[in-house]
């Protein structure tokens, strides 16, 4: 195919508001052509699965560069050896060793969110992939924004709530994998402020942007009595996670999923998958703008 070719891809719409699948792009052969389409219904479906595709982590990286600057994951040890940029999220052990980080995170979060500057775009692609379990789900957090009734729309305006990395109440939690941290890593994660509702910045849309995964981070909201926080906090948690708003994807090896960070949020499976069911995906993320 010419570089002057217009391709115009198929999506299909799979949740109720989110998630489409596309079938017809090779990106080994078609990123330059696709690209603009991709991005379109990437902003119009929020996640996309580009189905089928057979990459190198080269070529998979080069589809991250499109999205904006690569960001390495905050846990290091699992970097790609010649894409730093590019993390394994694997159950195998290689050499007596984890090949990957194992879970990458069994509750409902955005990635970064606990940052300053949160991701963008995340991708994952699928190279080995279980039978059953190992699925991803997400939620629209632009409709489930939308949802909500105006006397709500107006008091979440102008909130402004406090994120930390990994904060869970029980510092001694399993899950919580600030222990793997570095005291440089740990530096690096400072608490940081974000509004409650963000704007999104190329179209425009509010998405709530609070999360109730038990580690997650969102610790309060500023200005606001404790109690009073907890349950505006419970309230926005129970309403985004209404099945209504929700999508399941059931992985196939050669999947390419990749989701926008600033109007939805995802929960793995991963903590609950047996360890002899093995699942082995790359992951690049892209680093977004300061919620606002
Ligand atoms: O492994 C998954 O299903 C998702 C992992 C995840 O949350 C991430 O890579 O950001
Ligand atoms: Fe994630």
Redesign the pocket.
Known sequence: MSATDIVTLTAERHGNTFFATIDDVDLATDLDTAWNDIHAAYLAHKVLCLKRQDLSAKQFHDLGERFGVIEPHTVTMYHHDEFPGITV?SNRTELGRPKGIRD??SHW?S?YSYKAVPANV?M?YAIEVPEAG?D?MFIDLAAAYSALPDETKQRLDGLQAVHHYRHTKDRDHPEGRWKLLSEEQRRLTPEVTHPVVRTHPETGAKSIFVFPGLTSGVRRIVGMDPAESDDLLDMLFEHCTQACFQYRHKWSVGDLLLWDNRCTM?H???NVLPADHFRT?L?INTRGTAPA
Do not use: M
């Open positions: 999220l990458a995170g979060h990635d995340t994952l190992g991803t995802h793995a499976t991963t995906i992951r």
